[in-house]
């Protein structure tokens, strides 16, 4: 429930109103629109008299809310939400590109690309150590030893890293990396998200092969009810009927997701297609859409790579793609610049 209060409540009607609430066992997110402060009660509101709510001088309106989400809700928090991470910051107006192999290989394989991704411009540093395959005789990733490759790329290229959890058991070996990333296939994994809430990490998280945007918004708000609210969505395709791609990339999911929620929301065109040559296309597309980032994989070596190979782009087909999204971003579409949104 949100109660819009008239602008300049008196300060002790105010008070009087927040005891009664709390009184009820609500708790109060209070915030500063535009013109208007806004309380977000969250709890039991089927307990609150919404007419006597209205009824009271300084309300100015009282709505349901019917998503079930309220951390990750635009409504209650206007403003996008900026997630420091190293040196660079995700969402609120900067375009975060992170860009790396699917699988981290070798030393040498994973800072070759770092080093390319980096002087192309990628804010961050991608590379998969627990890999989740479909196969379980497929390349499985190197693990511990992947991480620790990782982590040599960074200290080599100053870049943050994004690498994927599969378990909660990995987390010990997750302190040095800058943002967890939760795939698609454990979107809903809720044992994992709720631990992932008590840690004070950016938590990427990848929509699910067949979930709905609200179940995305709902895997993040178990993220922040657990006090962690720095939040990245990652759109990579659901799977649709069509076949010819890897998957159906839904970039309805960008302006969509970012009207109902203040998180930022990345897109990778690299899983949603499957096919290296689509990369740029639905790269462009995404930044258009307004999207605040792009994860891409990029490979040295794309027909040897140990997975995702198909997909994967060369460093110099990456700086192709850089200079488009470059030039195409001060045209992006961005409500808060559309007269009639
Ligand atoms: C990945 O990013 O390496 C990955 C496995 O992606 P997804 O979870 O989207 O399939
Ligand atoms: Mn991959």
């Known amino acids: 429930m949100i109660v819009i209060l008239k602008k300049n409540p008196e300060e002790k009607q105010l008070q009087n109103l927040m005891a009664w609430l709390k009184s009820l066992n609500i708790t109060i997110h209070p915030s500063e629109g535009e013109t208007h402060k806004v309380l977000g009660l969250v709890g039991d509101t089927s307990v609150v008299d919404i007419d006597l709510l209205r009824a009271l001088d300084i309300v100015e309106d009282v709505k349901r809310v019917q998503e079930p989400y309220k951390n990750a809700n635009r409504k209650f928090h206007e403003q996008d939400t900026v997630i420091p991470v190293g040196q660079t910051t995700v969402g609120g107006g900067s375009f975060s590109v992170i860009a790396g192999p699917c699988s981290i290989e070798s030393e040498e394989q994973v800072c070759l690309i770092a080093t390319a991704v980096k002087a192309c411009g990628a804010t961050m540093l991608r590379g998969g150590a627990f890999k989740p395959r479909t196969s379980p ?62 840690t004070g990490k950016p938590i990427l998280i990848k929509r699910g092969l067949a979930n709905t945007l609200q179940e995305l918004l709902m895997s993040a708000e178990y993220v922040m009810a657990g006090g962690n609210d720095r939040v990245i969505l990652c759109e990579r395709g659901i799977r649709t009927f069509e076949t010819a791609t ?96």
């Not at 497929?138 to 991480?147: M, N, P, T, V």
């Not at 994927?164 to 296939?185: K, T």
């Not at 990345?266 to 499957?274: L, N, Q, R």
């Open 246 to 341: 890897r998957n159906t990339l839904d970039l309805s999911a960008v302006p969509m997701l970012k009207r109902m929620s203040h998180l930022p929301v990345i897109v990778d065109p690299s899983h949603a297609t499957g096919l290296s040559w689509m990369v740029k296309p639905m790269a462009l597309a995404a930044t258009a859409a307004g999207a605040d980032g792009l994860m891409i994989e990029v490979h040295n070596d794309p027909k040897r790579a140990l997975c995702d190979g198909a997909q994967s782009i060369t460093p110099e087909a990456f700086r192709d793609v850089m200079r488009g999204v470059n030039a195409i971003l001060p045209h992006a579409y961005r409500p808060e610049k559309e007269a009639h949104a």
């Open 137 to 198: 005789y497929a390349f499985q990733g190197l693990r511990d030893r992947g991480l620790t490759l990782l982590l040599e790329a960074k200290k080599l290229t100053g870049l943050p890293v994004v690498t994927e959890i599969m378990d909660l058991s990995q987390l010990s070996l997750f302190d040095e990396v800058d943002v967890i990333q939760v795939g698609a296939r454990n979107m809903q994994n809720f044992e994992l998200l709720k631990e992932l809430g008590h």
